[in-house]
């Protein structure tokens, strides 16, 4: 029986020592890299009858979070037309598109770098340029809840109607996430633009949006988004004011 256990011993304490190398190994492994999350969505709306309308839309966003640092981009289009009585008319066609760069400083406090580029058909806006570099903060900053404020100067390129501009503005915005379970979520943002010198030129864009999972894997997903675009001085003969509530299907990969 000594001998026995003279032979076993060494080799429980060579498998004990493995065993522990690897678990020290494994403890010792640096972090996944954090991913893109990205999603993509589509809508279409349709009517019959009196008259025949249809509503496109097509968004998709991306971000990712590492180290100190949080970049996100973000683009939608939507286009829509409606007959009635022979006579057909287009009452939606705009495309966006956004990027913005944050650079925590503490982990409430951040710096960020904003552009932002739209086209608006039936608004006449062939095109405006917004660029706003600024200060952050989080005020919540939970796994399931966020909410940050964020001020700084900004400059306007645009084309209203036949009408060329540039101006600086001043940037306030808000942003606000909450995750109401582990399958649905809400969301909302705001950004007032007004010209510095010209407080009664100014410009705001808000957005409030719920989203619930359809399948396990949380790919799928029904979202529903209400957009709101104010203009205090459209180009001519336009309205100030352009909202959309759109329904979609999300892919999330």
Same mark, same amino acid.
């Given at each position: ?68 640092? !949080? &970049? /996100?981009?973000? #683009? ?10 022979? @006579?057909?008319?287009? *009452? ?86 909450? !995750? &109401? /379970?582990?399958? #649905? ?10 010209? @510095?010198?010209?407080? *009664? ?53």
């Amino acid at each position: 029986m000594n001998r026995h256990l003279r032979l076993i011993t060494p080799v429980l304490l060579f498998a004990a020592g493995a065993v522990s190398l690897r678990a020290q190994v494994a403890t010792n492994a640096p972090p996944p890299k954090p991913k893109w999350e990205s999603s993509a969505a589509a809508g279409v709306t349709l009517t019959r009858g009196n008259s025949s309308t249809l509503l496109a839309t097509l968004s998709g966003k991306t971000g990712r979070k590492w180290d100190d640092n !949080e &970049l /996100s981009f973000g #683009a939608d289009a939507a286009y829509g037309e409606s007959k009635m009585n022979g @006579v057909t008319s287009r *009452n939606a066609d705009s495309v966006r598109g956004s990027a913005q760069y944050n650079r925590l400083f503490t982990e409430r406090l951040y710096g960020y770098g904003r552009v932002e580029g739209l086209h608006d058909e039936i608004a006449d806006i062939k095109y405006r340029v917004t660029l706003a570099p600024g200060l952050g903060y989080y005020f919540i900053k939970e796994t399931n809840t966020d909410l940050s404020a964020e001020v700084g100067p900004g400059y306007v390129i645009e084309e209203l109607g036949d009408t060329r501009d540039s101006y600086a503005s001043l940037r306030v915005g808000e942003k606000f996430h909450r !995750e &109401l /379970s582990d399958r #649905a979520r809400i969301w909302e943002t705001a950004e007032w633009l007004p010209e @510095v010198d010209k407080f *009664n030129n100014y410009i705001v864009n808000a957005e409030a949006g719920i989203e619930a999972d359809l399948t396990a894997d949380k790919r799928l997903a029904l979202r529903a988004v209400l957009q709101d675009t104010y203009n205090n001085e459209p180009a001519a003969g336009r309205q100030k004011n352009d909202a959309k509530l759109i329904t979609a299907i999300a892919y999330k990969f």
